[in-house]
């Protein structure tokens, strides 16, 4: 029993970072309708940018999270005014292949100022371990948890009682419409991208002691991708659905299946839901105007 | 100026536009039989490679610029002709058999994953081939009594024409003579109806739909036809790369052959072949340049991808059209030479088209 805990326990922590991060590429669709491949490179950008503050600065853990939500969020709204306004009028492809090329310098950047060695920091978190149902669970998946939830119920409050985020609504629902009501729907995407950069920075940052940190965890993106596409493409709680239900997969099918078989047990069970559900499980069903 | 006067319906269809077209690249094919007289082995050796990317590459023009279908597996179709291929040699089927086998076996596997596919669209239909892509390498990695699990086997070596295939310039010839078979199969299907239907349903699903094309079926066949020309690539691709493991057909070899069709400029077979020709040579020059560059930037190891990746960012904001569609504005310029207008090319408006469901 105290095995399956620990283990529900550890693929509930996995399965919320992927549920971040395609939190990120869903906000992302919804509101300007482009695929974000760099989404899990942002997440290892933010990462990187903690290890700075903490390490290189020596700042407090609790103001580098603020500060690397700060600088990623920056960042993003940066990148969407000088690079990805700019493919508007492009077919979806030319802005998969786009943000293709962005993680690769993303990547080779990281690795320019950084260098190629895994890094690590000191979190409050770092080696503590609470018992649950006779199960010794490391604080670092609890923090996990604990920082979704809040970073989720955050941006619930954002989007369902601010202006702000009743005009991102407004602008994911119909462009034209909100800018005919006088909201700058141009100045939303970019906070759009903002916002998601900083859930970015908070996902890498809370990654960072389960994992270490080096330019490869961006492909850790490409799993919360598949996440994303499980819950349906567009639907906020199916990413964060999806998120979860692939960590548990993994942890689950890496314990009791055959040797090797973690690594691919998300896209099988993604190629098995889209045969059958081709718009994802929470996804609105297809229905193309002509 | 020229002007091109079609005076029959034939003419429309004629594989090439027209006798001028036709003597310029008959001229290219003469300078490319005569190359082996002048160049070293390297340089043969550089140029098969681009022939094999090439064949590839069409294969995926064919499914991505001509069908509209993105494919993020076809790295994992390249790695099943490459191993089929390997495999049947093993087991003593000679070359001019095991090469159409391999890209048979490969074509049937597109098909079988074109088939389920064809419900999805967009970003679903690139996740899935990507999901598949993934499941492909697994299983190079755990089938280990055909596939010689991680640490792969060598490829046999046949011996053709009384030479072992990978000596110089037989392996060149082949290579050359095996492209020129896939572009001229892969220009028929284009001008046959069957290429025709493709486009359709890549401009319009509903339109080519209500023209009476069966849009299971064309999909189905498009993603045979390009796995199939990509897995007869991967019988070359094999003997080139010498030795068979399943991490040379991960993702990253899927994605360059994207970037290829992407920056070669989609929609044109012609521009397959320069994307092949650029990401073919783009490692050598960037070997080339490294020695000018100063130390500290020349060892860096993320120089290459980030320079792939800053190219393909260039590409897609400032010529949307790839290597082709400034081919086709250099060409304009110099045939209509001093009255060229950039305008010509410019689009007229941009908004974003809606891909959404409401």
């Given at each position: 029993m105290s095995q399956v805990i620990q283990i529900f326990m550890s693929g509930l922590a996995e399965g919320c970072i992927y549920a971040l991060v395609a939190l990120g590429f869903v906000l992302i669709y919804k509101a300007t309708e482009m695929v974000n491949f760099a989404q899990g490179d942002l997440m290892m950008l933010g990462a990187f940018v903690g290890y700075f503050l903490i390490?290189?600065?020596?700042?407090?853990y609790w103001i580098a999270l603020v500060g690397a939500v700060v600088i990623m969020a920056v960042f993003s709204y940066a990148l969407d005014v000088f690079v990805l306004r700019r493919v508007i009028g492009q077919p979806q492809f030319a802005v998969v292949m786009l943000t293709i090329g962005l993680g690769f310098v993303f990547r080779a950047a990281a690795s320019m100022i950084w260098g190629a060695n895994p890094l690590a920091f000191v979190t409050p978190f770092t080696d503590g371990t609470t018992s649950i149902g006779g199960a010794p669970i490391p604080d670092v998946s609890l923090s996990i948890v604990a920082g979704t939830a809040v970073l989720c119920g955050l941006l619930f409050a954002l989007f369902q009682y601010t202006p702000v985020g009743v005009a991102m609504q407004a602008a994911s629902q119909n462009q034209l419409a909100a800018y005919y009501m006088g909201i700058p729907v141009k100045r939303i995407f970019a906070l759009i991208w903002a916002i998601s950069g900083g859930v970015a920075a908070v996902a890498g940052i809370l990654l960072a002691p389960l994992t270490l940190i080096d330019?490869?965890?961006?492909?850790?993106g490409l799993k919360a991708f598949a996440a994303a596409v499980l819950g349906g493409f567009g639907s906020i709680p199916g990413a964060l659905a999806g998120g979860i239900a692939i960590g548990l997969i993994e942890q689950f099918s890496g314990v009791y299946l055959m040797d090797g078989f973690k690594d691919i047990a998300a896209y099988v069970v993604l190629l098995l839901v889209l045969f059958v559900r081709p718009q994802g499980l929470f996804g609105a069903a297809a229905r193309k105007r002509v | 100026m020229r002007y091109q006067f079609k005076t029959s319906y034939d003419r429309d269809i004629?594989?090439?536009?027209d006798a001028a077209q036709r003597n310029w690249y008959l001229a290219l094919l003469a300078v490319l039989c005569a190359a082996p007289l002048v160049l070293e082995q390297f340089w043969l050796g550089e140029l098969s490679y681009v022939f094999i990317l090439s064949i590839a590459a069409v294969g995926l023009m064919l499914l991505t610029?001509?069908?509209g279908q993105v494919s993020l597996c076809h790295g994992a179709f390249l790695g099943i002709g490459a191993y089929a291929y390997a495999v049947l040699l093993q087991r003593g089927v000679p070359f001019f058999v095991a090469a159409p086998l391999a890209s048979l076996i490969t074509a049937g596997v597109g098909a079988a994953i074109g088939f389920p596919a064809l419900r999805l669209v967009g970003i679903y239909l690139a996740m899935a081939t990507l999901a598949f892509n993934f499941i492909v390498e697994y299983v190079f990695v755990h089938w280990d009594s055909v596939t010689g699990g991680f640490s792969g086997f060598a490829v046999p070596q046949p011996t053709v024409f009384g030479y072992s295939i990978v000596d110089y310039p037989l392996f060149y010839y082949l290579t050359l003579a095996a492209l020129l078979f896939a572009l001229f199969v892969a220009n028929n299907i284009m001008r046959a109806p069957t290429g025709r239907a493709l486009i359709a349903l890549r401009d319009s699903e509903v339109a080519a739909q209500s023209m009476g094309v069966k849009l299971t079926r064309y999909k189905t066949i498009s993603f045979a036809l390009s796995a199939g020309l990509t897995g007869f690539a991967g019988a070359f691709f094999a003997h080139k790369i010498g030795y068979l493991a399943p991490d040379a057909f991960g993702i990253l070899l899927s994605i360059q052959l994207l970037l290829m069709v992407v920056v070669g400029g989609l929609g044109s077979f012609r521009g397959a072949i320069f994307g092949a020709l650029f990401v073919g040579a783009l490692p050598s020059v960037i070997a080339l340049l490294r020695d000018f560059l100063p130390q500290s930037v020349a060892r860096q190891p993320g120089l290459e991808p980030g320079l792939f990746g800053l190219i393909l960012i260039g590409f897609i904001l400032f010529?949307?059209?790839g290597i082709e569609g400034r081919w086709r504005k250099l060409r304009l310029f110099f045939s209509q030479f001093p009255m060229y207008?950039?305008?010509?090319?410019?689009?007229?408006k941009s908004f974003t088209k809606s891909e959404r469901f409401r």
């Open positions: 390490v290189g600065l020596g700042a407090n330019t490869s965890i961006g492909f850790l | 004629d594989l090439f536009g610029g001509y069908t010529e949307p059209h207008r950039v305008a010509t090319f410019k689009k007229q």
